[in-house]
Antibody, heavy 120, light 112 residues
Framework: QVQLQESGPGLVKPSETLSLTCTVS????????WNWVRQPAEKELEWLGR?????????HYNPSLESRLTMSVDTSMNQVSLKLYSLSAADTAVYYC????????????WGQGTRVTVSS | DIVMTQSPDSLAVSLGETVTINCKSS????????????LAWYQQKPGQPPNLIIY???TREFGVPDRFSGSGSVTDFTLTINNLQAEDVAVYYC?????????FGPGTGVHL
């Protein structure tokens, strides 16, 4: 059974950079898309972007965040990472990583999420 | 971006009743080349991540009870829960994966 576990700081100051990691266990990180989805306070879900790795790395970012977002993958550690720059209070949310397959871009496995608060 | 809307915002039901949740997309989710609708439904309980229950508008994910069913095409979709059970109390989201950025509906809360 694939399991995903997000990790990162719970509190970040405005204007700083958020760094999150998703560790995947029980399966390979290759040949799947790894997505980041966030949810402010039990409200709407927002897809941030995804990363795919096989022999090359492919990323797709939400245009609304593209200028502030970077995703990367470490296949040796079975981890995907997210960096979100220039944080504001509007970035306060629970951040989830979720897997999707190439043939069906739905999110079939999710992490439990990590809560991030942006505050001074 | 494709905008997803849902109705109602929330509903109160009794055990054993049938629940109908509607989802509408701002543009077609039907891909002509394979005749598939790129629409999924998720269930989210408090403190938990969303859980996939339906994809391709009507295909149940493995392990999902058959009281859950999805229907609809193009821009109008429905999630139906027959014989509602206590464990079905949750927020339900529709999701389009036709185009990036992938987008979700605002959610429909189902409570007793």
């Amino acid at each position: 059974q694939v399991q995903l576990q997000e990790s990162g700081p719970g509190l970040v100051k405005p204007s700083e950079t958020l760094s999150l990691t998703c560790t995947v266990s029980g399966g390979s990180i290759s040949n799947y898309y790894w997505n980041w989805v966030r949810q402010p306070a039990e409200k709407e879900l927002e897809w941030l972007g995804r990363i795919y790795t096989n022999r090359k790395v492919v990323t797709h970012y939400n245009p609304s965040l593209e200028s502030r977002l970077t995703m990367s993958v470490d296949t040796s550690m079975n981890q995907v990472s997210l960096k979100l720059y220039s944080l504001s209070a509007a970035d306060t949310a629970v951040y989830y990583c979720a897997r999707s397959r190439d043939d069906v871009n739905v999110f079939d496995f999710w992490g439990q999420g990590t809560r991030v608060t942006v505050s001074s | 971006d494709i905008v997803m809307t849902q109705s109602p915002d929330s509903l109160a039901v009794s055990l054993g009743e049938t629940v109908t949740i509607n989802c509408k997309s701002s543009q077609t989710l039907l891909y002509a080349s394979n005749n598939k609708n790129y629409l999924a439904w998720y269930q989210q309980k408090p403190g938990q991540p969303p859980n996939l229950i339906i994809y391709w508008a009507s295909t149940r994910e493995f392990g999902v009870p058959d009281r859950f069913s999805g229907s609809g095409s193009v821009t109008d979709f429905t999630l139906t829960i027959n014989n509602l059970q206590a464990e079905d109390v949750a927020v339900y989201y529709c999701h389009q994966y036709y185009l990036t950025p992938f987008t979700f509906g605002p959610g429909t809360g189902v409570h007793l």
